[in-house]
Nanobody, 124 residues
């Protein structure tokens, strides 16, 4: 059974940076496209970034383009999200999951059991 463990969240001032990590186990990580999702209070969970397993191509939702960078290390079964120039609107619980193409903000995770997520809070 695939397990996903997110870490790296915290409280940061607007304009600051955080780097999230997601450790994956129990599956063949290297063949999954992986994505970072977030759920803000009162909103649906949305896909904010994704990376293919084949060539490392990345997708970003418009609101994070130029500020967030997704990457992966297949040897470590880990996917990362570098978040720069953070805004209060980025406040959410962030999750990782496998995801199918085509990528969009309404894409769903394909691993049925989500991790606990990691809280990101951006203050003004």
């Amino acid at each position: 059974q695939v397990q996903l463990v997110e870490s790296g969240g915290g409280l940061v001032q607007a304009g600051g940076s955080l780097r999230l990590s997601c450790a994956c186990s129990g599956g063949t990580f290297s063949v999954y496209h992986m994505g970072w999702f977030r759920r803000a209070p009162g909103k649906e969970r949305e896909l904010v970034a994704a990376i293919t397993w084949t060539d490392g191509n990345a997708y970003y939702v418009d609101s994070v383009k130029g500020r967030f960078t997704i990457s992966r290390d297949n040897d470590k079964n880990t996917v990362y999200l570098q978040m720069n120039s953070l805004k209060p609107g980025d406040t959410a619980v962030y999750y990782c999951n496998a995801v199918l193409r085509p990528f969009s903000e309404t894409s769903k995770g394909t691993v049925g059991t989500w991790g606990q997520g990691t809280q990101v809070t951006v203050s003004t």
